[in-house]
């Protein structure tokens, strides 16, 4: 597999995390075209990059799959601090110029950039994570029900919080982050009205840097647990990572986000506090479009993945929480309630 571009990404000041500022060589993307035979595939990663132990992460593990079951050659793209559409132009032209089919933009920041690139390959797949608002023949847009997992997490949040009061962080205030809070909001008050809900947002539009700084998202989750929160719900990417590690310095709880956070290997040193995690099945997404045009049938459209499917869940890795035979009870029921359509979760607050 072939990286290229990678981002200096800050970490925690703690060897547990290990996510240091390194650059990574490798030949440039314009250079991969220089590959014969085989089927070639790319992702660009959003913000934080590969190694945030959450969404990115989960991108790579579906690529990773896909060279393992399919035998296609996969090229990581990572971003550049501060980068622009330009950039993201750039890397999306040279990803497709390469040969690679599909090029999957991982984030909703990619949308400009495959609405300017889609068009001029028009034989190339362009796959685009968590957004629907730029189409075409060649995109497909490959998307989930956050709310609906977040809505499970908030049932779990209210089941076991002994201070009755519970935190949720969001990494920048876009519309897809609000649906995680409005989904938790909700699951928390439909299962114990009494509960507050605090909610901070690390930074606001057009700074996106709420997804890649542990350090912020440690600082709001302390200042959340000093006002009382015993648990902690953040979605806000690589600065999660920082909420999970304020939590369980407490001996609170945090809940992940995006990946299973309880089995990711960076943040071992904190499992033990990891109640739970309100997964998106991105790896799968990413591995049926790059088997879909493999086969022949590249994927096109809206492609949305909710709870019925299991496109988005609540993780049950940490044996303390399946313990919690009550709180999975409630959880399960929450569950059943939305495929049936009984309980239905807002997606914005």
Same mark, same amino acid.
């Given at each position: 597999?072939?990286?290229?571009?990678?981002?200096? =990404?800050?970490?925690?000041? =703690?060897?547990?995390?290990?996510?240091?500022?390194?650059a990574?060589?490798?030949? !440039?993307?314009?250079?991969?075209? $220089?590959?014969?035979?085989?089927? /070639?595939?790319?992702?660009?990663?959003?913000i934080?990059?590969?190694?945030?132990?959450?969404? +990115?992460?989960?991108?790579?593990?579906?690529?990773?799959?896909?060279?393992?079951?399919?035998?296609?050659?996969? =090229?990581?793209?990572?971003?550049?601090?501060?980068?622009?559409?330009?950039?993201?132009i750039?890397?999306? *032209? $040279?990803?497709?110029?390469?040969?690679? +089919?599909?090029?999957?933009? %991982?984030?909703?920041?990619?949308?400009?950039?495959?609405?300017?690139?889609?068009?001029?390959?028009?034989?190339? =797949?362009?796959?685009?994570?968590? &957004?629907?608002? !730029?189409t075409?023949?060649?995109?497909?847009?490959?998307?989930? +029900?956050?709310?609906?997992?977040?809505?499970?997490? #908030?049932?779990?949040?209210?089941?076991?919080? !002994?201070s009755?009061?519970?935190?949720?962080?969001?990494?920048?205030? *876009?519309?897809?982050?609000?649906?995680?809070?409005?989904?938790?909001?909700?699951?928390?008050?439909?299962?114990n009205? +009494? %509960?507050?809900?605090k909610?901070?947002?690390? *930074?606001?539009?057009? &700074?996106?840097?709420?997804?890649?700084?542990?350090?912020?998202?440690?600082?709001?989750?302390?200042?959340?647990?000093?006002?009382?929160?015993?648990?902690?719900?953040?979605?806000? #990417?690589?600065?999660? $990572?920082?909420?999970?590690?304020?939590?369980? /310095? /407490?001996?609170?709880w945090?809940?992940?986000?995006?990946? &299973?956070?309880?089995?990711?290997?960076?943040?071992?040193?904190?499992?033990?506090?990891?109640?739970?995690?309100?997964?998106?099945?991105?790896?799968?997404a990413?591995?049926?479009?790059?088997? $879909?045009?493999?086969?022949?049938?590249?994927?096109?459209?809206?492609?949305?993945?909710?709870?019925?499917?299991?496109?988005?869940?609540?993780?049950t890795?940490?044996?303390?929480?399946?313990?919690?035979t009550?709180?999975?009870?409630?959880?399960?029921?929450?569950?059943? #309630?939305?495929?049936?359509?009984?309980?239905?979760? /807002?997606?914005?607050?």
């Open positions: 597999m072939r990286r290229i571009t990678r981002i200096a =990404t800050v970490g925690i000041a =703690t060897t547990a995390l290990a996510l240091s500022a390194t990574c060589g490798g030949k !440039k993307s314009s250079e991969a075209g $220089s590959d014969k035979g085989g089927v /070639k595939t790319a992702i660009a990663y959003d934080g990059g590969r190694g945030d132990q959450s969404f +990115n992460d989960a991108a790579y593990a579906g690529l990773e799959k896909a060279e393992k079951d399919l035998g296609v050659k996969g =090229t990581e793209a990572e971003p550049s601090e501060g980068e622009a559409d330009p950039d993201k750039q890397r999306l *032209t $040279s990803l497709a110029r390469a040969g690679n +089919n599909p090029v999957i933009g %991982v984030g909703f920041s990619y949308a400009p950039a495959i609405a300017a690139v889609a068009p001029k390959f028009p034989k190339t =797949t362009f796959g685009l994570i968590d &957004d629907t608002s !730029k075409g023949k060649n995109i497909a847009n490959l998307v989930f +029900n956050e709310e609906q997992g977040s809505y499970l997490a #908030g049932v779990a949040a209210a089941k076991v919080t !002994k009755n009061t519970v935190g949720f962080i969001g990494g920048v205030e *876009t519309p897809l982050i609000k649906k995680f809070e409005a989904g938790f909001v909700q699951g928390v008050k439909d299962t009205k +009494n %509960v507050n809900v909610v901070q947002y690390l *930074t606001q539009p057009p &700074d996106f840097g709420g997804f890649s700084k542990p350090d912020l998202g440690k600082a709001a989750a302390e200042g959340q647990l000093d006002a009382g929160a015993d648990v902690i719900y953040a979605a806000a #990417g690589l600065a999660g $990572s920082g909420s999970i590690e304020a939590a369980a /310095k /407490k001996k609170k945090a809940i992940g986000v995006d990946s &299973d956070q309880y089995n990711q290997k960076g943040l071992a040193a904190y499992k033990e506090y990891i109640l739970t995690s309100v997964t998106k099945d991105v790896s799968g990413v591995y049926n479009l790059i088997k $879909s045009v493999k086969d022949g049938k590249p994927q096109s459209g809206e492609i949305r993945y909710g709870l019925d499917k299991d496109g988005v869940g609540l993780a890795s940490n044996p303390a929480f399946t313990k919690m009550d709180v999975v009870a409630a959880v399960e029921k929450a569950k059943a #309630g939305i495929i049936a359509g009984t309980i239905k979760v /807002k997606t914005a607050p």
